[in-house]
């Protein structure tokens, strides 16, 4: 219970913390900042590390001078692009062994057969749409490396969602982030990235059951 609360209170404060990083740390912060997205986007046993409201949060505070955007920015879009790429291969190689297993060990197969649902109802898109999506982005491309989708066009798609997710959150903290009501309400902003981004999820678990209830009526 404790850690629920304390990774809660991590995510809604994630500028008082970031802040915290950036004094402690000084430029190696930019390392952290890499290593947490490389992770988020790489490793699919790390899916619930912060990446939409952790880019808002260090645009911010890059527009307010304690990091430079446009190092800041090359380095989270490298760390995704990476991580995404290391994740299809570890799919292509290993990921076939990890649905045939039972108990998938460090691997939520819940997870990853939601998102093996959204893979195949929204094909070569899910590449991109999935990018936007909390846990999702990070299984989707396991799950295209798993389906043995052609590389060339998955870098291609890859590339586009990377390039389209970075440049949104990591500048729109930089040009919205330093806003006085958004300042003032930091953790409201975060909490509301959260939400946006959670919401297809819902969407998707919840389509079924609808359409369950409309075929009885």
């Given at each position: ?8 209170d ?19 912060t ?14 699919v ?53 990890v ?35 909390p ?83």
């Amino acid at each position: 219970m404790d850690f629920i609360k304390q990774a809660l209170d991590f995510f809604l404060h994630l500028d008082k913390y970031l802040g915290g990083i950036i004094q402690s740390y000084g430029a190696l912060t930019y390392g952290i900042l890499f290593l947490i997205i490389f992770c988020e986007t790489g490793l699919v046993v790390t899916p619930i590390l912060p990446g939409d409201s952790l880019l808002f949060a260090a645009g911010t505070f890059a527009s307010g001078g304690s990091l430079n955007i446009v190092l800041l920015y090359l380095l989270v879009l490298i760390a995704a692009l990476a991580g995404d790429n290391l994740n299809y291969w570890i799919g292509r190689y290993l990921g076939a062994k990890v649905f045939q297993q039972k108990k998938p060990g460090l691997f939520n197969k819940q997870y990853l057969d939601r998102t093996h649902v959204f893979y195949e109802k929204h094909g070569s898109k899910a590449v991109i749409f999935g990018q936007f999506i909390p846990i999702i982005r990070t299984f989707v491309p396991f799950v295209a490396g798993i389906g043995k989708m052609n590389y060339s066009n998955f870098f291609a798609l890859n590339l586009t969602a990377v390039l389209l997710w970075t440049t949104l959150f990591t500048w729109g903290g930089y040009f919205f982030g330093n806003l006085p009501g958004v300042h003032e309400h930091f953790h409201y902003i975060v909490l509301a990235i959260v939400v946006i981004s959670v919401l297809p999820i819902v969407y998707e678990l919840l389509k079924p059951k609808t359409e369950t209830k409309k075929k009885k009526r």
